[in-house]
């Protein structure tokens, strides 16, 4: 659950971090939305069943797919963004999860729920999302 934050307690930093994660999870949320209402509704799924050429339903079927696809990794980015709003309430927002150093204004700026400095996220991504000097 993401903690409760006082926002005149915030620096004038905190804040617009805080700001744009609130930014970011709206624009995921609606996102999700967008994909759901497509997805899990119950119209299109009976649509996707008349269909009787091959093509056709194969099409409906990707699509969906895609879209179910597409709410998981939408979740997920949620769920890092609630996580950045609980480090941001701790003290502890804007730091790498591997080194502990400080993540550059750009990065953050770029992806404000980012966990690790670009450093520590190129090693990862060099070893299949695993950093070999911290594990």
Known sequence: MTASIDR???SKEDLYHY???LSARDAVHKRMEYHASDALDAENL????????MADVSGDNSRHEMDLRLLTEDGDVIQLIEDAIDRLAN???GR????GEKISKGRLDARPYALYCIKCKSIREQNGGINPKFH
Do not use: I, Q, W
Not at 46 to 53: C, F, I, L, M
Not at 96 to 99: F, Q, T
């Open 19 to 21: 700001d744009m994660l």
């Open 46 to 53: 009976e649509k996707r069943g008349v269909n009787t050429h």
């Open 8 to 10: 005149s307690k915030l």
């Open 96 to 99: 790498c999860c591997d080194c």
């Open 91 to 93: 003290g502890e927002y």
